[in-house]
């Protein structure tokens, strides 16, 4: 296929659904330390940072922690997290993702991770995706976190593919407005009234037609 077009992949809550590790590792952590939040605060922290999402619940239970027991408790939380990602594997890859993928290799179509998390290459090593991705570009080679575009815009550059030539898929808001705000194509995996902000939103991506990402590749 003649495209000048590169593809940009948020992982947790796109490729697979950590999204739901994420919140139950928070969860427990906030409830450990006497408080709650909702699945609606939760969609907060999809695409935010360890560090800035512990600011956040934090916020949310209107407690302060030294700066020790801070860094203690996102070890905790990561811990608890990784527990949970130790038992993953390509059956944890969600639905229509790998359909898409196997399309871009076999028409040649470049295309890279986006992903605010540390622990990305691990988990793309579990489900067996590490070595697909032209780039990786994840959370330790960022220093501003979506909605900043930096995580984006050092993925296009890797793959040689301007901002606006680049479709990324993103399950969080910050990662929608990261897209935006780096001039992308944002396709948003989740629901309308939460990511309205997208170019194009589908629920998830076995309501993404081949004939669509075509239609937007050679576009
Ligand atoms: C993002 C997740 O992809 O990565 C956030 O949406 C998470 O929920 C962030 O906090 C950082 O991930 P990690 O694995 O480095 O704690
Ligand atoms: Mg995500």
């Known amino acids: 296929m003649e495209t000048n077009k590169g593809v940009i992949f948020d992982l947790d809550g796109v490729i697979v659904d950590t999204a739901k590790f994420h919140f139950l590792a928070w ?34 239970g209107e407690l302060e922690l030294s700066k020790t027991e801070f860094k203690r408790q ?12 130790a038992k993953m594997d390509e059956d944890e890859i ?26 990305a290459r691990n988990i ?16 330790t080679d960022v220093s501003k976190a979506k909605p900043d575009p930096e995580v984006f815009l050092i993925a296009a550059e890797a793959l040689n593919i301007k901002p606006e030539n680049s479709i990324v898929f993103e399950d969080s808001v910050a990662g929608v407005q990261a897209a935006n705000n780096a ?33 937007l590749l050679t576009k």
């Open 27 to 60: 969860r427990k952590l906030a409830n450990d330390l006497g408080f709650d939040f909702t699945k609606e605060q939760n969609e907060q922290l999809k695409g935010v940072s360890r560090e800035d999402s512990l600011k956040k619940i934090l916020d949310w």
């Open 74 to 85: 996102m070890a905790l939380k990561n811990e608890n997290y990784l527990s949970y990602v």
């Open 94 to 119: 969600l639905p229509g993702v790998q359909e898409v993928i196997d399309y871009l290799i076999e028409n040649n179509v470049p295309f890279a991770l986006g992903s605010a998390s540390k622990n």
């Open 124 to 139: 793309l090593k579990k489900i067996n995706l590490l070595d697909k991705f032209d780039a990786i570009v994840d959370g």
């Open 183 to 215: 001039n992308m194509i944002s396709i948003g995996i989740g629901e309308q009234k939460t990511l309205g902000e997208a170019n194009y939103v589908f629920t998830d991506f076995t309501e993404i037609d081949i004939e669509f990402i075509k239609k």
